[in-house]
Each structure stands twice: as structure tokens, then as C-alpha cells.
């Protein structure tokens, strides 16, 4: 069975950091351009920020930039997502997606595989 399955979110106070991570079960995310989403309560789906399969390339909301950096790690077939200077408004579901093709895709649709999410909570 081909699944992603993210790690790392938790509660941490306004101005701290975590770090997210993906990793896939079944299959290499050698391959595959990965995004990280996120969904508060009562909202839409966010695209947070986005890595192709051999790391060259990447981007993020604006809402995130200067703050997070998405990064991967080939050899242990990991993608990671560090956020800082977190804020309330960073809380949410954090979910990352595997897209085929190795370029990240410009619609939600394009990506093939998801994980599960992990809460994330920014709080005092």
C-alpha cells in the first residue's frame, strides 16, 4: 500500500519552531515533487510550499516565506519542513502530497499521493 505519512507537529508557543517531516511507506519519494498543505478549522485548503524531486527548485505562499524552508533528503527518503517564527495563524493540519514527474505541480490535482497530516498548534 502506497502511503505518505507526516511527523514532527505538535504545540509550541508563538515565535518558536518545528520542524515537519514526510516520509513514504511502500514507495521512494526519490522521484516525486512533494508539497506540504495545511487546513484550519472553517477554512480552505493552503499550499504551503512546495520541492521538486531533485531539490533545485522550490517555493512557498507568501504568507510562509522568510519563515518556513522545505528541504529533502534523498538518502533517507525524507522530506522536511522547517518552520519558524510560528504564529497563531499557522495553526492547522499539515499534510504532505507526492506529485509524479518530479516538477511540483501549479493545481492540488496534480499531486497523486497523500498523507494523513499532523496537528500543528501555535499557542500561549
Known amino acids: 500500500q502506497l502511503k505518505l505519512v507526516e511527523s514532527g507537529g505538535g504545540l509550541v508557543q508563538p515565535g518558536g519552531s518545528l520542524r515537519l517531516s514526510c516520509a513514504a511507506s511502500?514507495?521512494?519519494?526519490?522521484?516525486?515533487?512533494i508539497g506540504w498543505f495545511r487546513q484550519a478549522p472553517g477554512k480552505e485548503r493552503e499550499g504551503v510550499s512546495c520541492?521538486?524531486?531533485?531539490?533545485?527548485?522550490?517555493n512557498y505562499a507568501d504568507s510562509v516565506k522568510g519563515r518556513f524552508t522545505i528541504s529533502r533528503d534523498n538518502a533517507k527518503h525524507t522530506v522536511y519542513l522547517q518552520m519558524n517564527s510560528l504564529k497563531p495563524e499557522d495553526t492547522a493540519i499539515y499534510y504532505c502530497?507526492?506529485?509524479?514527474?518530479?516538477?511540483?505541480?501549479?493545481?492540488?490535482?496534480?499531486?497523486?499521493?497523500w498523507g494523513q497530516g499532523t496537528q500543528v498548534t501555535v499557542s500561549s
Open positions: 520541492i521538486s524531486s531533485s531539490g533545485g527548485s522550490t
Open positions: 511502500g514507495f521512494t519519494l526519490d522521484y516525486y515533487a
Open positions: 502530497a507526492a506529485a509524479r514527474g518530479g516538477t511540483c505541480p501549479r493545481e492540488v490535482d496534480g499531486y497523486h499521493y
